[in-house]
């Protein structure tokens, strides 16, 4: 069964701290993804990264960056928490098709963060 | 732009019923089209997968249909149950190839005792 986890599912921070956020799966998946969800909204891609050191921008990178070491652990960073990241945050991982094509996406159990 | 487009209204039926969920999305073309489920508070789990040239593809109590002249798939829950609640999305790969998905906002079930 494929894995992905995050490190944590609640967290509270405050305006300006830097705040990371940890993602793992086990299954050896070459794409990563970072999103968050809001009501209304939807899922909106904030980041991926299809192998190790990539990385390419979603449709919402401002405020945040990405770092991916290691095949199987993807962090977010958000550099200067704001109030308007507070939101559900999800990391998903997939493998490759083929170039460029992804296949279905393995959601871990999402970051629930508040910034106050 | 690509758009997808998922009723944000809740869908409320009785168990037992067919319960069915609608994803129409426009300027676009997708070769295949995803249905999630998801849970409140938890991330979406991965249900069905359908090609283009599929109309149709079942598991379990599960149907979905994909009209690609009506840039539309519908999502059916057969003898539906209380364990069915909950917030479906539909996911397509977008155009550009380079491995981003577009998600409707999804749709929330809840299946009446």
């Known amino acids: 069964d494929v894995k992905v986890t995050q490190s944590s599912r609640y967290l509270v921070k405050r305006t300006g701290e830097k705040v990371f956020l940890e993602c793992v799966q086990d299954m050896d998946h070459e794409n990563m993804f970072w999103y968050r969800q809001d009501p209304g909204l939807g899922l909106r891609l904030i980041y991926f990264s299809y192998d190790v050191k990539m990385k390419e921008k979603g449709d919402i990178p401002e405020g945040y960056s990405v770092s991916r070491e290691k095949k199987e652990r993807f962090s977010l960073i958000l550099e200067s928490a704001s109030t308007n990241q507070t939101s559900m945050y999800l990391c998903?991982?997939?493998?490759?098709?083929?170039?460029?094509?992804?296949?279905?996406?393995?959601f871990g159990p999402g970051t629930r963060l508040t910034v106050l | 732009s690509q758009k997808i487009e998922q009723n944000s209204e809740a869908l409320n039926i009785q168990e037992g019923k067919t319960a069915t969920l609608t994803c129409n999305y426009t300027?676009?073309?997708?070769?295949?089209l995803q249905w999630y489920r998801q849970d409140p508070g938890r991330g979406p789990v991965f249900l069905l997968l359908?090609?283009?040239?599929?109309k149709e593809k079942r598991k379990e109590r599960l149907k979905v249909t994909f009209d690609t002249t009506l840039k539309q798939s519908l999502f059916h829950i057969t003898a539906s149950q209380p364990a069915d609640s909950a917030t479906y999305l539909c996911a397509l790969p977008t155009t550009s190839g380079t491995y981003k998905y577009i998600f409707g906002t999804g749709t929330r079930l809840k299946v009446l005792a």
């Open positions: 359908i090609r283009e040239n599929e």
């Open positions: 300027n676009y073309s997708p070769a295949y």
């Open positions: 998903a991982s997939t493998w490759e098709l083929d170039r460029g094509v992804t296949d279905t996406q393995y």
